[in-house]
C-alpha cells in the first residue's frame, strides 16, 4: 500500500530564505507526483506536475526534483516571500488507470516578514 | 471556464440527517474524485469516477454513495449523516490525455455533523 509522508508538519522561516520541502512516498511504481498549495479554507492549488520519467519541473521560483529509485521528492522555494506562507502537499498517482492520488499530510510554510 | 465548483460551500447537519454534495466541471473530464480533509489525516479518496454511469469505492467509502448520470457532474450522498462525517469534501476532476492527468480541485465544501 502507498504511503506518503511529508516532512516537516511546519516550518517558519524569515523572509528571502530559501528552503526545501520534502516527500517520500513508499512504492516506487508511481505514473506521475504533484505538489499542491493550499491557502487556510481554500481548495487545492496545483503547482508543479512531475512525470515519473522526468527529474524536475521549474515554475517561477518553485523545483520540484523527482528520484523514484529512492522514493523522494523536493520542493525547492527561493527567495522565500510572506505571500508563499501556505500549506504544500505532494500526492502521488499509482500506475493504475485510476487516476486516484495518495496525499501526503502536508507541511505548514510560514515566512515571516 | 470556471472550472469545479462544489455545491454547497458550507452545511451544518444533525445526526441521522441526509444531503447531497454536488460538484460539476466544464473541462470535458472523464474523471472525477471525492475526497474528506480532516486536519491531521491529510486528504483521503471517497469515491471516483473514471467515466459517465461508473463509480468505484476509494479508500474511506463507508456512509457515503455517490453517482454520476451526467459526464460533467459527480454527486457525494449521505444518507444518515454522523459527527465522523464532520469534515471538508472536495472535488477534483482530471483529463487522461492531457498534461500528466493533473488534478484540478474545488473550492470545498466544509459540512459539520452535530
Known amino acids: 500500500k502507498q504511503e506518503v509522508t511529508q516532512i516537516p508538519a511546519a516550518l517558519s522561516v524569515p523572509e528571502g530564505e530559501n528552503l526545501v520541502l520534502n516527500c517520500s512516498f513508499t512504492?516506487?511504481?508511481?505514473?506521475?507526483l504533484q505538489w499542491f498549495r493550499q491557502d487556510p479554507g481554500k481548495g487545492l492549488t496545483s503547482l508543479l506536475l512531475i512525470q515519473s520519467s522526468q527529474r524536475e519541473q521549474t515554475s517561477g521560483r518553485l523545483n520540484a526534483s523527482l528520484d523514484k529509485s529512492s522514493g523522494r521528492s523536493t520542493l525547492y522555494i527561493a527567495a522565500s516571500q510572506p505571500g508563499d506562507s501556505a500549506t504544500y502537499l505532494c500526492a502521488v498517482r499509482g500506475s493504475s488507470n485510476t487516476g486516484k492520488l495518495i496525499f501526503g499530510q502536508g507541511t505548514t510554510l510560514q515566512v515571516k516578514p | 471556464n470556471a472550472g469545479v465548483t462544489q455545491t454547497p460551500k458550507f452545511r451544518v447537519l444533525k445526526t441521522g440527517q441526509s444531503m447531497t454534495l454536488l460538484c460539476a466541471q466544464d473541462m470535458n473530464h472523464e474523471y472525477m474524485y471525492w475526497y474528506r480533509q480532516d486536519p491531521g489525516m491529510g486528504l483521503r479518496l471517497i469515491h471516483y469516477s473514471v467515466g459517465e454511469g461508473t463509480t468505484a469505492k476509494g479508500e474511506v467509502p463507508d456512509g457515503y454513495n455517490v453517482s454520476r448520470l451526467k459526464k460533467q457532474n459527480f454527486l457525494l450522498g449521505l444518507e444518515s449523516a454522523a459527527p465522523s462525517q464532520t469534515s471538508v469534501y472536495f472535488c477534483?476532476?482530471?483529463?487522461?490525455?492531457?498534461?500528466?492527468?493533473?488534478?484540478?480541485f474545488g473550492p470545498g465544501t466544509r459540512l459539520t455533523v452535530t
Open positions: 512504492d516506487s511504481a508511481i505514473y506521475n
Open positions: 477534483a476532476s482530471t483529463n487522461t490525455s492531457l498534461r500528466g492527468n493533473e488534478q484540478y
